[in-house]
């Protein structure tokens, strides 16, 4: 009975003890060695022409050609996810006439290079000047001499490639039985979309868009191929060609795509927090409750969070 009753005791409390990591610290010390002087040299060097660099930061002229990055950012952006959502369902259409277009296109723009692509769009005005219809003739020369226009076409069409991919990815990525469940409630396919494979297919599609939103503001420094330069790159080197100081201009680019890319991350950060929801077994305390009076007892495998 004596063995009996030790072997049940209470084992004594373990005494963890906290490792160190001197090979962090040693680590850490030498990359602040090198920033530091990385950042004392150039902040020394006069090639950089820091002077020049601050003059123009905010300069108006730099201000509005990031104001037309963003708008062929944005606009870009909605026609590749508006045509690469199209593209995806045609992909997956049972019709290969549907298919056989779809992988054409995708073959085509995702296997040429996006500056190719934006040179041969400044060259179409030289290619087609209008469009025989047999009983009148519609002029392009008006369309096809607007760079903007041009600009945004040329990289949402390459865009809407990329897209297709990651919507298709997504949508499969939804188990089959989630739309077979809906189909037996009764729910139309337009619905069972909605209400079930979309908002579980976003987790998987807004990382990825999120990642070609902010390439896509970076690509746009391609269109001077058209030729279009009231953009954020194009206007700073117009700028540095006139004052022969190309360094601080790049530096000025540079800057303001750091800011934008910066302010879309937190964007993408929480728009993926929305989406997330319910992905989790984090439970708020009135959802543990509910689950602890239907089972007897709490599960677990979940986590308390506090209702905010």
Known sequence: MATHSSSLATPAPIEAKQLHHPGRWIAAAILLLIATKFVWSSATNEAYH?????????????????????????????????????????????????????????????????????????????????????????????????????????????????????????????????????????????????????????R?????????LISMLKTTSLVVAIPYTLELYGRSMDIANNLFLPVPMLLVAATWYLVITSLLMVGQHYLEGFFSKGASRQLTARQLAALADAEGKPPANVTITDEN
């Open 204 to 212: 998987i599609i807004i990382p990825p868009t999120g990642n070609e």
């Open 50 to 202: 820091w002077d020049t660099y601050f003059a123009y930061l905010l300069d108006t002229r730099v201000a509005v050609a990031a104001l037309h990055t963003l708008e062929i950012t944005i606009l870009a952006m909605l026609i590749g996810v508006v045509l690469g959502a199209i593209l995806a369902v045609l992909r997956m259409s049972p019709n290969p006439v549907l298919r056989a277009v779809s992988l054409a296109y995708l073959w085509v723009f995702r296997g040429t290079p996006v500056y190719v692509q934006l040179v041969f769009w400044g060259l179409l005005s030289n290619i087609y000047k209008f469009i025989d219809l047999g009983f009148t003739q519609i002029s392009l020369e008006t369309m096809l001499s607007n760079a903007f226009f041009l600009a945004v076409i040329g990289l949402g069409l390459n865009e809407s490639a990329y897209m297709a991919e990651i919507v298709r990815a997504g949508i499969q990525a939804v188990p089959e039985g989630q739309t077979e469940a809906s189909k037996a409630l009764g729910m139309s396919w337009w619905l069972t979309m909605r209400r079930t494979v979309l908002p579980q297919a976003m």
